[in-house]
C-alpha cells in the first residue's frame, strides 16, 4: 500500500507563489501518474494537474501558464509549483496517484492552501 505525504501549502497574498510536494511511499512497483487535486469551500472536488510515467501533463485550463507539474521517478515525488496565485485557488490541495498493479487511486491527507487578495 502507498502512503503520501504532502507538504507546502500556506497562505500567500495573490500573485504570489508556492511549492507543494508530495512523496509517496511503500511498496511501490511503479505509479501511472501523480497529481493534484484541489476541493475549495462548497465545490467539488477538482483535477488541477497531473503527470504521466513518460512524463506528458495535463493541467488545468485555469492553471495553464501558473502552474508547472513535475515528478522525479526515482524518488516517486511530484510538485507542483504554483505562481501568480489568484484567490480561487485557494482550497485543500490532495495529492493523488495510480499504482500500476491497483485499480483504484491513493490520496493524501490535503494541505490547504489560501490565497488572500
Known amino acids: 500500500q502507498v502512503q503520501l505525504v504532502e507538504s507546502g501549502g500556506g497562505s500567500v497574498q495573490a500573485g504570489g507563489s508556492l511549492r507543494l510536494s508530495c512523496a509517496a511511499s511503500?511498496?511501490?512497483?511503479?505509479?501511472?501518474?501523480m497529481g493534484w487535486y484541489r476541493q475549495a469551500p462548497g465545490k467539488q472536488r477538482e483535477l488541477v494537474a497531473r503527470i504521466f510515467s513518460r512524463g506528458s501533463t495535463y493541467l488545468a485550463d485555469g492553471v495553464k501558464g501558473r502552474f508547472t507539474i513535475s515528478r522525479d521517478n526515482a524518488k516517486n515525488t511530484v510538485n507542483l509549483q504554483m505562481n501568480s496565485l489568484k484567490p480561487e485557488d485557494t482550497g485543500v490541495y490532495y495529492c493523488?496517484?495510480?499504482?500500476?498493479?491497483?485499480?483504484?487511486?491513493?490520496w493524501g491527507q490535503g494541505t490547504q492552501v489560501t490565497v488572500s487578495s
Open positions: 493523488n496517484v495510480r499504482e500500476s498493479r491497483r485499480p483504484y487511486d491513493t
Open positions: 511503500g511498496s511501490i512497483l511503479s505509479l501511472n501518474y
